[in-house]
């Protein structure tokens, strides 16, 4: 017969003698009878069993267990028949993880505390379920100081455990409805819980993110201005909001809002994945940049054009009669000197419009098919002899070399520009590479760039042994005027007027430098898709004589002084010339009988409604035979079209010179080929 808890506290009383458990812990048990006990074991017995607390005593050898009634409803249906018995026997079940524990304390003299340690037990009537303990276990020693057995008082915490475990249940599913990740952290900053959405976001697991600081994961730029919030934390701040990025388990980035609060110790924090926002403000400011560039481009090229064929006709009358001047002065030496040097400061200032033209895309463009290798060929000897025996010059050619088309003379231009940048940037000598190659842009990075469209293009890249730009200077270095020379050593206009170039082209250009590691500038240029003749357009076509002739010249010109200079070449060549100022008067002058007209020379810009290109398209519709030569000092549409110039159409670009008025006139009236206009 099993016999109730309550007799435990009969059988060895708190005071006189102790009675004889033999036969409740049965005769053969390895405690032996009660009168044998130590007097440790009996002390220690007399203690627990006036204590309320619930205590299991493990002792000798066989580390048989002792307990009392607090404990006896615990070990359920096993009690009384555990008395007295090894532990090993009445924990079977527990025995791997609880040997370790009692051997450290009976073999080692250690006291272990576990906390919340989980058993399954049975009691009340065989249910069984699962309950947790903080057990704290003591060595107890014999009178020669040898250890007896261990002591356990144990604290059942089952319903602390569950209560904790659902708190903790009820707040991830708070935190799974949470649209936004949440988090709580010491004041140190290490997280002690978070949300399931970090997960969702990041790509790391609880395990991964609870116990650490956030410092792994942020981006270096961050980790400083992270420290310093959490700092003002610990000193009395109640709300602190700040932006920071997070690295994904992708290796990605991204940026989350944070509004952090500290309560009792803890510091709870509520971000938000702003990510796609700033992605969006990045946009928008990108493309505000873009569009106020645009903008400033627009009203540039407005400036220019509108002050390029005005001030280009001042140039002609200057530049012109600089030139009649000088082929008189043959005998003056003083005199002769002083007109060069006013024909080169003249044409100074026709290079810096023409370079105004270049950079708002206004200038007119002739392209022609072109093997980059041979140009790049062919610029290296000029270059060799341009930058001087300090310069090294090292082109690189691309096996089987797309062909592009572009405006020879402009890229031979922007060429040479690129190329005595680089020589002002290597004061001491150095290296200039050239290379070409064929490369293709995906859509990715032209959806980076602006004005860039996705495909094949051919790369012409030079790069230098320089100084280098530091990043502020190289966030200017396209734009007009900016220059990093002294005075007097450059106008700001050469990067800038090859940008535009090639923009116009249809092209792109990066350029990257860093401070000591020189500059290499980028120039991507759409693949032509087409033959280039092999006697393409690279080789050096001869000047043509200066020589005039015997036929009719129509002027067309409003200026007075550029139309006098036109007309004054035109009579020196021999040419039969009629001169007017306007469009209504040039067509009156091809209805006049009797008057063979061969040539209508006119400018694009007129007065009276009218412009050179419907002054033409009336003189060829009245006079098939007339052949027709442009004359302008800025690109208009009225002949070109996205910047260039439309086919079949000839044009003299002022401020043009006594050779290039003289050799344009008889080259297009020797000309058999059918002229087209608009």
């Given at each position: 017969m099993i016999a109730p808890?309550?007799?435990?506290?009969?059988?060895?009383?708190?005071?006189?003698?102790?009675?004889?458990?033999?036969?409740?812990?049965?005769?053969?048990?390895?405690?032996?009878?009660?009168?044998?006990?130590?007097?440790?074991?009996?002390?220690?017995?007399?203690?627990?069993?006036?204590?309320?607390?619930?205590?299991?005593?493990?002792?000798?050898?066989?580390?048989?267990?002792?307990?009392n009634e607090a404990y006896a409803p615990t070990i359920g249906d096993k009690h009384p028949a555990a008395l007295g018995r090894p532990a090993r026997e009445n924990w079977a079940e527990l025995w791997d993880d609880l040997e370790?524990?009692?051997?450290?304390?009976?073999?080692?003299?250690?006291?272990?505390?576990?906390?919340?340690?989980?058993?399954?037990?049975?009691?009340?009537?065989?249910?069984?379920?699962?309950?947790?303990?903080?057990?704290?276990?003591?060595?107890?020693?014999?009178?020669?100081?040898?250890?007896?057995?261990?002591?356990?008082?144990?604290?059942?915490t089952t319903q602390r455990v569950k209560a904790e475990r659902e708190m903790v249940a009820d707040r991830?599913?708070?935190?799974?409805?949470?649209?936004?990740?949440?988090?709580?952290?010491?004041?140190?900053?290490?997280?002690?819980?978070?949300?399931?959405?970090?997960?969702?976001?990041?790509?790391?697991?609880?395990?991964?993110?609870?116990?650490?600081?956030?410092?792994?994961?942020?981006?270096?730029?961050?980790?400083?201005?992270?420290?310093?919030?959490?700092?003002?934390?610990?000193?009395?701040?109640?709300?602190?909001?700040?932006?920071?990025?997070?690295?994904?388990?992708?290796?990605?980035?991204?940026?989350?809002?944070?509004?952090?609060?500290?309560?009792?110790?803890?510091?709870y924090c509520v971000a938000r994945d702003v990510t796609e926002q700033r992605a969006h403000a990045r946009a928008l400011a990108e493309t505000e940049a873009a569009l106020r560039q645009a903008q400033k481009m627009e009203t540039l090229g407005q400036l220019t054009g509108g002050v390029a064929h005005d001030f280009n006709n001042l140039l002609q009358v200057v530049t012109g009669n600089l030139e009649l001047l000088q082929r008189g002065l043959n005998d003056n030496e003083r005199m002769r000197r002083a007109a060069d040097n006013a024909m080169a400061g003249a044409e100074r200032a026709a290079m810096l419009t023409q370079q105004l033209l270049a950079f708002s895309r206004r200038q007119p463009l002739a392209p022609e098919r072109v093997d980059p290798n041979r140009l790049v060929s062919r610029m290296s000897d000029l270059l060799n002899r341009t930058l001087g025996e300090r310069i090294e010059v090292e082109t690189i050619q691309a096996a089987r070399a797309w062909p592009i088309e572009v405006d020879l003379n402009q890229m031979e231009n922007a060429l040479l520009n690129l190329a005595v940048n680089a020589r002002d940037a290597m004061p001491d000598g150095g290296k200039l590479t050239i290379e070409v190659a064929n490369t293709h842009i995906d859509d990715h990075y032209a959806a980076q760039e602006d004005d860039v469209q996705p495909g094949q293009y051919v790369l012409i890249c030079l790069s230098d042994t320089g100084q280098g730009m530091d990043a502020e200077t190289l966030s200017h270095a396209i734009e007009p005027f900016f220059t990093t020379k002294e005075v007097g050593r450059g106008t700001g206009l050469g990067l800038s007027m090859v940008y535009g170039f090639i923009k116009q082209s249809g092209g792109h250009i990066r350029v990257y430098s860093e401070v000591g590691e020189g500059t290499s500038v980028k120039i991507y240029l759409p693949r032509y898709h087409g033959l280039v003749?092999?006697?393409?357009?690279?080789?050096?076509?001869?000047?043509?004589a200066v020589s005039g002739g015997d036929e009719t010249v129509l002027v067309c010109e409003d200026d007075e002084k550029v139309r006098a200079y036109a007309v004054e070449v035109l009579n020196e060549l021999g040419y039969h010339v009629i001169e007017v100022g306007n469009g209504p008067a040039a067509l009156e002058a091809l209805e006049q009988p009797g008057e063979h007209i061969d040539l209508l020379f006119t400018d694009v810009v007129?007065?009276?409604?009218?412009?050179?290109?419907?002054?033409?398209?009336?003189?060829?519709?009245?006079?098939?035979?007339?052949?027709?030569?442009?004359?302008?000092?800025?690109?208009?549409?009225?002949?070109?079209?996205?910047?260039?110039l439309d086919p079949g159409v000839e044009l003299l670009t002022k401020p043009f010179t006594y050779a290039d008025l003289a050799g344009k006139v008889r080259e297009v009236l020797d000309r058999r080929v059918e002229q087209r206009v608009g």
């Amino acid at each position: 017969m099993i016999a109730p808890a309550d007799t435990i506290a009969g059988m060895i009383a708190t005071q006189g003698p102790l009675g004889d458990l033999t036969a409740h812990i049965g005769d053969g048990s390895p405690l032996g009878p009660v009168e044998r006990w130590s007097p440790a074991l009996i002390s220690t017995v007399r203690l627990m069993l006036s204590s309320k607390a619930e205590i299991v005593l493990f002792w000798g050898p066989e580390l048989c267990a002792l307990y009392n009634e607090a404990y006896a409803p615990t070990i359920g249906d096993k009690h009384p028949a555990a008395l007295g018995r090894p532990a090993r026997e009445n924990w079977a079940e527990l025995w791997d993880d609880l040997e370790p524990l009692l051997l450290s304390v009976v073999q080692k003299g250690e006291t272990v505390h576990a906390k919340d340690r989980p058993f399954y037990i049975e009691r009340d009537g065989g249910r069984g379920e699962q309950v947790y303990f903080d057990i704290s276990y003591s060595p107890v020693f014999e009178a020669d100081g040898s250890i007896g057995g261990a002591l356990c008082i144990v604290n059942e915490t089952t319903q602390r455990v569950k209560a904790e475990r659902e708190m903790v249940a009820d707040r991830n599913r708070l935190w799974t409805l949470a649209r936004d990740p949440f988090l709580i952290a010491d004041m140190e900053g290490k997280w002690l819980s978070a949300s399931p959405a970090w997960t969702d976001i990041l790509g790391w697991s609880q395990e991964e993110l609870i116990g650490r600081t956030s410092e792994w994961m942020e981006h270096p730029d961050d980790s400083a201005r992270t420290r310093e919030e959490v700092q003002t934390l610990q000193q009395g701040v109640l709300t602190i909001r700040f932006e920071n990025r997070f690295r994904t388990k992708d290796g990605e980035y991204r940026s989350f809002s944070w509004t952090a609060v500290p309560d009792n110790g803890l510091v709870y924090c509520v971000a938000r994945d702003v990510t796609e926002q700033r992605a969006h403000a990045r946009a928008l400011a990108e493309t505000e940049a873009a569009l106020r560039q645009a903008q400033k481009m627009e009203t540039l090229g407005q400036l220019t054009g509108g002050v390029a064929h005005d001030f280009n006709n001042l140039l002609q009358v200057v530049t012109g009669n600089l030139e009649l001047l000088q082929r008189g002065l043959n005998d003056n030496e003083r005199m002769r000197r002083a007109a060069d040097n006013a024909m080169a400061g003249a044409e100074r200032a026709a290079m810096l419009t023409q370079q105004l033209l270049a950079f708002s895309r206004r200038q007119p463009l002739a392209p022609e098919r072109v093997d980059p290798n041979r140009l790049v060929s062919r610029m290296s000897d000029l270059l060799n002899r341009t930058l001087g025996e300090r310069i090294e010059v090292e082109t690189i050619q691309a096996a089987r070399a797309w062909p592009i088309e572009v405006d020879l003379n402009q890229m031979e231009n922007a060429l040479l520009n690129l190329a005595v940048n680089a020589r002002d940037a290597m004061p001491d000598g150095g290296k200039l590479t050239i290379e070409v190659a064929n490369t293709h842009i995906d859509d990715h990075y032209a959806a980076q760039e602006d004005d860039v469209q996705p495909g094949q293009y051919v790369l012409i890249c030079l790069s230098d042994t320089g100084q280098g730009m530091d990043a502020e200077t190289l966030s200017h270095a396209i734009e007009p005027f900016f220059t990093t020379k002294e005075v007097g050593r450059g106008t700001g206009l050469g990067l800038s007027m090859v940008y535009g170039f090639i923009k116009q082209s249809g092209g792109h250009i990066r350029v990257y430098s860093e401070v000591g590691e020189g500059t290499s500038v980028k120039i991507y240029l759409p693949r032509y898709h087409g033959l280039v003749p092999a006697n393409d357009q690279l080789e050096e076509a001869p000047r043509p004589a200066v020589s005039g002739g015997d036929e009719t010249v129509l002027v067309c010109e409003d200026d007075e002084k550029v139309r006098a200079y036109a007309v004054e070449v035109l009579n020196e060549l021999g040419y039969h010339v009629i001169e007017v100022g306007n469009g209504p008067a040039a067509l009156e002058a091809l209805e006049q009988p009797g008057e063979h007209i061969d040539l209508l020379f006119t400018d694009v810009v007129l007065p009276g409604g009218m412009t050179g290109a419907d002054v033409a398209r009336e003189a060829a519709a009245r006079r098939p035979d007339i052949k027709i030569l442009f004359a302008t000092g800025y690109a208009r549409n009225a002949i070109f079209h996205h910047g260039r110039l439309d086919p079949g159409v000839e044009l003299l670009t002022k401020p043009f010179t006594y050779a290039d008025l003289a050799g344009k006139v008889r080259e297009v009236l020797d000309r058999r080929v059918e002229q087209r206009v608009g």
